[in-house]
């Protein structure tokens, strides 16, 4: 199993990403999905998730509104789409992929985790 995340970069403050991640090796489509971010010096800490069929979704308090979890099946790509970045969503994003059709929101429920990719907002 590969999750291959990507999207990330530096930008400044108010400006948008979408972040993608491409799983491979898994039915895509039978596996809710999550993103997870980990600030210097922070424990990882939970983002958003989307159940296998992309009906269903939930988030961290602190991201509500700004960020949108999202999938297309058909291509075996997750994406979080974020606006109005904050200084303070510096982290390095992760994917991961739950053996599950039903979204967590704790890093525990999840099987599969991608590589990462660095969010960096400057103020």
């Known amino acids: 199993v590969q999750l291959q995340a990507s999207g990330g970069g530096l930008v400044q403050a108010g400006d948008s990403l979408r972040l993608s991640c491409v799983s491979s090796g898994r039915i895509f489509s039978a596996d809710a999905m999550g993103w997870f971010r980990q600030a210097p010096g922070k424990e990882r800490e939970f983002v958003a998730a989307?159940?296998?069929?992309?009906?269903?979704?939930n988030y961290a308090d602190s991201v509500k509104g700004r960020f949108t979890i999202f999938r297309d099946n058909a291509k075996n790509t997750l994406y979080l789409q974020i606006n109005s970045l904050k200084p303070e969503d510096t982290a390095v994003y992760y994917c991961a992929a739950r053996a599950s059709r039903l979204t967590h929101h704790q890093a525990y429920a999840y099987d599969y985790w991608g590589q990462g990719t660095q969010v960096t907002v400057s103020s």
């Open positions: 989307i159940n296998w069929s992309g009906d269903s979704t």
